[in-house]
């Protein structure tokens, strides 16, 4: 359902070819958007459950006309990655950022991550053992590592990425809410003890942290999760700016951007059909992207 749904939402309006490149570890499944400049900073751009490239490249749309270059990568799904969100190795985002930074003309010092739901876990987790990401932004986030996303079935439950070959610890689905909607399965075991293993360690980043949440999010409770992002670096003393826009009324997934008002319209026009999938208003999910895709380049520009 929810990779039905972004597939609605997104307008691709440019396209390049896949690049694939064999490494160690695994092979890259990427697009590269380079601006027209000589010497710029980078994004890498990380989707969620959805899979795919689509979130980056509508990044790219609009970050190449202000002189960042864009890398979307998908880390799921395609061939030669794994076919389901589940133990994808952390190894795979740290070669992507090494490639990343010794693309032409990127500025390997201004470096910083986009990313959304699902994708935020991994986003953190980069930036938490890697202290040259600038500025990580998870939109729709989560403080913890899950329990997979695999469509196949969940009979037998596994962490959704691995590190040195080991499953990192995670927290299970509940089901003791019920099956619909998706929120249920996450706010049952926030209830219980959470396993501090499970926890992302982001007080060891050196990023700025930006955190975008809403309030009636339906597939899981991202306003819960970046409070507590929030509350665990004020507890740790966290020496970087952290800042978090939550939006009471809107739900998942807001963090759409858009390169022209015409853009706009046609995602809101689609968000119509959808929006209760995602949780909360239109009008709160059309005030939520606007000010977040307009606050998130606002914060770019300070890495510069």
Request: charged share 20%; glycine share 8%.
């Given at each position: 359902?929810?990779?039905?749904?972004?597939?609605?939402?997104?307008?691709?309006?440019i396209?390049?070819?896949?690049?694939?490149?064999?490494?160690?570890?695994?092979?890259?499944?990427?697009?590269?958007?380079?601006?027209?400049?000589?010497?710029?900073?980078?994004?890498?751009?990380?989707?969620?459950?959805?899979?795919?490239?689509?979130?980056?490249?509508?990044?790219?749309?609009?970050?190449?006309?202000?002189?960042?270059?864009?890398?979307?990568?998908?880390?799921?799904g395609?061939?030669?990655?794994?076919?389901?969100?589940?133990?994808?190795?952390?190894?795979?985002?740290?070669?992507?950022?090494?490639?990343l930074?010794?693309?032409?003309?990127?500025?390997?010092?201004?470096?910083?991550?986009?990313?959304?739901?699902?994708g935020?876990?991994?986003?953190?987790?980069?930036?938490?053992?890697?202290?040259?990401?600038?500025?990580?932004?998870?939109?729709?986030?989560?403080?913890?590592?899950?329990?997979?996303?695999?469509r196949?079935?969940?009979?037998?439950p596994?962490?959704?990425?691995?590190?040195?070959?080991?499953?990192l610890?995670?927290?299970?689905?509940d089901?003791?809410?019920?099956?619909?909607?998706?929120?249920?399965?996450?706010l049952?075991?926030?209830e219980?003890?959470?396993?501090?293993?499970?926890?992302?360690?982001?007080?060891?980043?050196?990023?700025?942290?930006?955190?975008?949440?809403?309030?009636?999010?339906?597939?899981?409770?991202?306003?819960?999760?970046?409070?507590?992002?929030?509350?665990?670096l004020k507890?740790?003393?966290?020496k970087?700016?952290?800042?978090?826009?939550?939006?009471?009324?809107?739900?998942?997934g807001?963090?759409v951007?858009?390169?022209?008002e015409?853009?706009?319209?046609?995602i809101?026009?689609?968000?119509?059909?959808?929006?209760?999938?995602?949780?909360?208003?239109?009008?709160a999910?059309?005030?939520?992207?606007?000010?977040?895709?307009?606050?998130?380049?606002?914060?770019?520009?300070?890495?510069?």
């Amino acid at each position: 359902m929810k990779s039905l749904i972004y597939s609605v939402i997104f307008l691709i309006g440019i396209t390049h070819a896949v690049q694939v490149q064999d490494t160690k570890t695994s092979a890259l499944v990427y697009e590269w958007f380079p601006p027209k400049s000589q010497k710029f900073p980078a994004v890498l751009v990380l989707g969620g459950s959805e899979g795919g490239l689509n979130f980056g490249q509508q990044w790219a749309k609009v970050l190449t006309q202000k002189g960042f270059g864009v890398m979307a990568l998908a880390y799921f799904g395609e061939p030669c990655l794994p076919a389901q969100l589940e133990e994808v190795p952390l190894e795979y985002f740290q070669s992507a950022l090494s490639k990343l930074k010794t693309l032409p003309g990127v500025d390997g010092n201004h470096i910083s991550v986009i990313s959304v739901s699902k994708g935020t876990e991994a986003a953190l987790l980069l930036a938490s053992e890697d202290k040259s990401i600038k500025l990580v932004v998870a939109a729709s986030p989560s403080h913890a590592v899950w329990q997979s996303v695999n469509r196949e079935g969940y009979a037998t439950p596994k962490s959704s990425w691995t590190k040195d070959g080991l499953p990192l610890p995670f927290l299970l689905y509940d089901y003791s809410r019920g099956y619909y909607p998706i929120v249920n399965f996450y706010l049952g075991a926030m209830e219980k003890q959470i396993d501090e293993k499970t926890i992302i360690p982001m007080e060891n980043s050196a990023a700025v942290v930006i955190l975008l949440s809403g309030g009636q999010d339906q597939f899981w409770p991202s306003t819960a999760m970046a409070n507590n992002i929030e509350h665990r670096l004020k507890a740790k003393e966290y020496k970087y700016d952290v800042k978090h826009l939550d939006f009471p009324d809107a739900g998942h997934g807001f963090l759409v951007p858009f390169a022209t008002e015409e853009d706009k319209k046609q995602i809101i026009s689609k968000m119509n059909n959808v929006i209760a999938h995602f949780g909360g208003t239109i009008d709160a999910f059309k005030e939520a992207m606007t000010k977040s895709v307009e606050f998130v380049l606002s914060q770019l520009e300070k890495t510069k």
